[in-house]
């Protein structure tokens, strides 16, 4: 069936790093894939939308992209703040409209 | 703006208690989702609703029972509450016209002793 694996539990970076978070996901579907945020004592909230028919997504500093032959899904942004401290979740969208959702990576910055 | 409230927002009850979950959307949204979320599984599907008395079962269903009484109002019902039950319960709406976005309420955490 479909599944979604996000390796990172956690991350910690400094402010003003490179931020990278990978997971890869398997579905016999045209995938959708999205990056979902949580920040703390929130309900998760939608950052990025990728499709098949874009490969990309830009949203508040953050770009996703996904590899079709590695079946991998990436999420990066140039320089991290503070204000970034939250989970992000690697979430696939199958044929019932149903969201698989990864375990989550918990990003810390360091001040 | 999308708008889904919970309540209550924490609850405490013993093994086989009777315990309801309340969700209300205000987005018009024809979907509408409740999850669990537990540390290293994200979130899992348990049950989720098309409309008004319509009812399908998600990953994780044992256990639950929902309800869909309007277009605005789902309900999860534990009747027999269990310790393994213990954890953060959201609710979500969607449009599929849309597409997949969902869109959260605030949680309610749950605690069964």
């Known amino acids: 069936g479909d599944s979604v694996t996000q390796m990172q539990g956690q991350v910690t970076l400094s402010e003003d790093d490179f931020l990278f978070i990978n997971c890869t996901y398997s579905?016999?579907?045209?995938?959708?894939l999205f990056w979902y945020v949580q920040y703390p004592g929130e309900g998760p909230q939608l950052l990025l939308k990728?499709?098949?028919a874009n490969n990309k997504g830009i949203s508040r500093g953050f770009e996703a992209t996904y590899d079709k032959g590695t079946t991998s899904f990436h999420l990066q942004k140039a320089s991290v703040q503070e204000s970034d401290s939250a989970v992000y979740y690697c979430?696939?969208?199958?044929?019932?409209?149903?969201?698989?959702w990864g375990s989550g990576t918990k990003l810390i910055i360091k001040p | 703006e999308a708008a889904v409230t919970q309540s209550p927002r924490n609850k405490v009850t013993v093994t086989g208690g009777n315990v309801t979950l309340s969700c209300r959307q205000t987005?018009?949204?024809?979907?509408m989702y409740w999850y669990r979320q537990d540390t290293g599984h994200g979130l899992r599907l348990i049950h989720y609703?098309?409309?008004?008395?319509?009812?399908q079962i998600g990953d994780v269903p044992d256990g639950y029972k929902a309800t869909r009484t309007t277009q605005e109002d789902f309900f999860l019902l534990l009747e027999l509450a269990s310790p393994s039950q213990t954890s953060l319960y959201f609710c979500?709406?969607?449009?599929?016209?849309?597409?997949?976005?969902?869109?959260f309420g605030p949680g309610t955490r749950l605690t069964v002793l």
């Open positions: 979500a709406s969607s449009d599929v016209l849309g597409g997949y976005e969902q869109y």
């Open positions: 579905t016999t579907w045209y995938p959708t």
């Open positions: 609703s098309y409309g008004a008395g319509n009812l």
């Open positions: 990728v499709t098949t």
């Open positions: 979430v696939l969208g199958n044929s019932n409209y149903q969201l698989i």
């Open positions: 987005n018009s949204h024809n979907y």
